[in-house]
């Protein structure tokens, strides 16, 4: 009869934290569910442009899941934009340029994607893919590594000419506004096997704990 007490409290503890580990793993998916439930409610342009261009230059996917891959694309006539912001900098003050852009901006330009918690195929100042009579075309592949509201940012890397120096200016396209939904089968797959061990341990732990007291 001795033993019976400390056998149920240890059996107490074992639902216990079998319990725990079940709210654990539902409640971010409830809390996630329930916010891109109430984002989908939301009418916004997700593509807001930082410079005068039409949005329309990017293409983004209507919905995005996690751990769901997804292309993104950019097409941009340099030319004429560089033409456009060679124009506002010959007619601007000190200080009053477009965000500060000064000299001669050349039409050979770079882009890149920037964004926490996604995976980039490709990283850093990238040139276009493809290139014909100045309309350029960018593609990367997007992976969210988690879900809800993510932004991307899409940044332009331009060469000013300025008297006898070139400069390499970084200028700021645009921001894309994501709603990303959880996916909670993938979560499993990927992390399922950490659960799993995290239980194992938990059971030999008490199992132990039940020998060492009999």
Same mark, same amino acid.
Request: charged share 20%.
């Given at each position: ?74 097409? /941009? ?121 995290? /239980? ?15």
């Amino acid at each position: 009869m001795r033993h019976s007490e400390p056998e149920s409290g240890l059996n107490f503890n074992l639902i216990m934290l079998i319990a725990l580990l079940a709210v654990l793993l539902v409640v971010p998916f409830s809390i996630n569910a329930l916010m891109h439930m109430l984002s989908a409610k939301r009418e916004f342009n997700p593509v807001f442009m930082k410079l005068p261009i039409d949005s329309a230059a990017i293409t983004i996917p209507s919905k995005v899941k996690q751990y769901e891959g997804f292309e993104v694309i950019l097409n /941009l006539e340099t030319k004429r934009l560089a033409r456009f912001l060679n124009e506002i900098a010959a007619t601007s003050s000190d200080g009053t340029s477009i965000q500060g852009i000064s000299g001669v901006v050349s039409p050979s330009m770079k882009a890149e994607v920037v964004g926490t918690t996604f995976e980039i195929d490709r990283q850093g100042p990238q040139d276009p893919n493809s290139d014909y009579g100045g309309m350029a075309k960018w593609r990367w592949w997007i992976m969210p590594n988690s879900s809800g509201d993510r932004v991307l940012r899409f940044q332009l890397h331009l060469l000013a000419q300025n008297s006898a120096q070139t400069n390499t200016i970084i200028l700021d396209l645009a921001e894309a506004k994501f709603s990303i939904q959880g996916n909670l089968m993938e979560w499993v797959k990927r992390h399922g096997i950490w659960v799993i061990l995290l /239980l194992f341990v938990t059971a030999a732990i008490i199992y132990g704990w039940r020998r060492r007291y009999r």
